[in-house]
């Protein structure tokens, strides 16, 4: 059976907000939520960035079933991942069983705030395939002694760890980075539904395991974006204005440093460029003709990101009238 979620947006709003969003999710009856993890917002408009895991331990203490993940977290730069290691397990111990600790490659946006050289994606995929087992080493709770490419660890032990490891979901934006999920990670996390990603996914995944590629027993998560608003172009016009990032051309999303050089860029995104076919306004067909295109090409885990300020009347249109059509 599909599971269905919602995006939790880091950049468009304050950390309480976070977590009251996260419970009204859970009383509507949704399976999972997907938090972002920024040090900055994508441009000044969306106003916010707060610590993304000081807010997942708020909503581990505000709810009960729903389960909560990154989407996602670069454990390569700006954090080291012996650090996220022992965030991610304290915040799995706290959440008891119901955490994913999505990973990717990151954005310059984000990563270069120490002074980093930017890598190329090409060491960034390295780096992230070396932090990943870092990780994992770390959430045996043994001693641990690293001397990597990328990474150093020096007995190292965290003494706080959940039952079993969080399962790891790898982000992935094109078929090499999906196959690369697929030998590293548990799960893989999307924002298209593409079938040729997922099934790249598949066959790294089942070659890994040795498994048939037809029942991989992985999460394939799909975020699509989406405005709920009260009229089609009111939905439109608010997609322009809090997220026209969404419609930059190319790698200029991973390769920007700072929110005011993408408001620059931004200012190129036409109302169309940004809000395209996304969903916007009050039919709930257009949503579920969005989430079906997902499921349909292989996808087994939808989430909606609500652009926008409206989270609370949206949570209810998506519980009421867009989720009935997948009973």
């Known amino acids: 059976m599909p599971e269905f979620g919602i995006a939790l947006s880091s950049e468009e709003h304050e950390p309480d907000a976070l977590v009251d969003y996260a419970t009204k999710a859970e009383d509507v009856g949704l399976d999972f939520a997907m ?9 000044e408009a969306q106003g916010e960035s707060p610590f993304v895991w000081s807010v997942l331990a708020g909503i581990a203490r505000e709810t009960d079933s729903l389960r909560v993940g990154t989407g996602v977290t670069c454990p390569t730069i700006r954090i080291h991942p012996a650090i ?3 965030a991610a397990a304290t915040t799995a111990v706290m959440f008891d069983g119901r955490f ?36 994992r080493e770390l959430w045996t709770g043994e001693v641990v002694d690293h001397h990597g490419e990328h990474y150093t660890v020096e007995n190292a032990k965290l003494y706080t760890t959940p039952e079993a490891p969080p399962d ?26 593409d079938d040729e990603l997922a099934a790249a996914f598949a066959d790294a995944y089942a070659d890994r395991d ?15 974006a989406v405005c709920y608003a009260e009229t089609e172009q009111e939905g439109r016009r608010t997609v322009h204005e809090q997220w026209p ?5 190319g790698e200029l999303g991973q390769e920007l440093p700072t929110p005011s050089v993408f408001e620059q860029a931004a200012e190129l995104v036409t109302e169309e460029d940004a809000a395209g076919s996304l969903p916007c306004g009050p039919d709930a067909d257009a949503f579920v003709e969005s989430i079906q295109s997902y499921l349909d090409a292989g996808y087994d885990h ?12 949206f949570l209810e249109f998506y ?6 059509s997948f009973d």
């Open 84 to 86: 996220l290691a022992q």
């Open 319 to 324: 519980a009421d009238e867009v989720l009935p």
């Open 245 to 249: 990032n969404g419609g930059l051309p």
């Open 168 to 193: 790891v979901a790898v982000a992935a934006g094109g078929t090499d980075s999906a196959s690369v999920a697929g030998e590293i990670g548990d799960g893989l996390v999307t924002t298209a539904p």
């Open 35 to 43: 938090v972002s993890d920024h040090y900055h917002p994508w441009i």
């Open 100 to 135: 994913t600790f999505g990973v990717g490659t990151g954005e310059r946006l984000n990563e270069h705030v120490l002074g980093d050289r930017w890598p190329t994606y090409e060491e960034r995929q390295s780096m992230l395939r070396e932090a990943v087992d870092v990780l």
């Open 302 to 313: 939808v989430y909606l990101h609500q652009i926008g300020d409206d989270q609370a009347d």
């Open 210 to 224: 040795q498994a048939d590629t037809d029942h991989v027993d992985a999460p394939m998560i799909g975020q699509a």
